[in-house]
């Protein structure tokens, strides 16, 4: 990592809106490189080593699956934020799957990711730079890869399904979690038979981070939130 600053890869094929984007994160000191396309931000990826890989969706060359696929490959560190105005639930589940970290929707205001990237700078400084592990709050963290849910030091492995919800969930980083995109990250369909069992896996996370008096699970627009705070 940059001993001064947080190098950020930004992969997108809107060459105003990436301008727009690179100008506003440097301003907040983070170091930025723009790639047009997929291929472009592989080939950047290599030789520049970002810290950070913000990437779009759909994108010429390699899109944003084909990009996160191959670099999660040969690398398990670097994050990679998918930053879309694009939000079918299958694309987000395949993108998931192959590795990325985070959703940002692009309809959020500059704030948003702005607030989001700092947060991540503050955790690489600390040397707590473990993109697999969710932070939840002060109290709580989510490791996805060994489902282990941690609050306030105390440590609960979660069933592999109640753990696919939890990560679902984070990976929406604040934002709402539609019933679709739910039932096909866990059970690879849109089948609205499954919605009282998504109800069911709910209630028991609601359970398990209730020890966390700042984490809650809110049904909204007809989807689900984790929030913290």
């Not at 299958?90 to 947060?119: M, N």
């Not at 604040?174 to 998504?198: F, P, R, T």
Request: glycine share 6%.
């Amino acid at each position: 990592m940059n001993e001064t600053k947080i190098k950020i890869l930004y992969a997108e094929d809107d060459a105003l809106g990436a301008e727009l984007t690179k100008t506003i994160l440097q301003q907040e000191d983070f170091e930025v490189l723009i790639a047009r396309d997929g291929a472009e931000a592989w080939k950047l990826y290599k030789e520049w080593k970002p810290d950070i890989m913000l990437t779009d969706l759909e994108m010429g060359g390699k899109d944003g699956l084909e990009l996160t696929r191959k670099i999660r490959k040969h690398d398990q560190q670097t994050r990679i934020i998918v930053y879309t105005s694009h939000g079918e639930p299958q694309k987000e589940v395949a993108l998931l799957d192959a590795g990325a970290d985070e959703f940002i929707g692009k309809d959020k205001t500059p704030q948003v990711l702005i607030a989001y990237l700092k947060r991540i700078r503050e955790r690489m400084k600390k040397h707590m730079n473990t993109p697999h592990v969710y932070h939840l709050s002060a109290h709580s963290t989510y490791n996805r890869i060994t489902r282990e849910l941690t609050i306030n030091g105390s440590t609960t492995q979660l069933k592999q399904t109640e753990g696919r919800f939890l990560q679902l969930l984070c990976a929406k980083n604040n934002e709402i979690a539609s019933k679709s995109y739910l039932i096909q990250g866990v059970w690879n369909k849109a089948d609205i038979n499954k919605e009282l069992e998504l109800k069911k896996y709910i209630s028991h996370i609601r359970t398990v981070i209730k020890t966390d008096p700042t984490l809650r699970i809110e049904c909204q627009n007809g989807g689900y939130i984790l929030i913290s705070g």
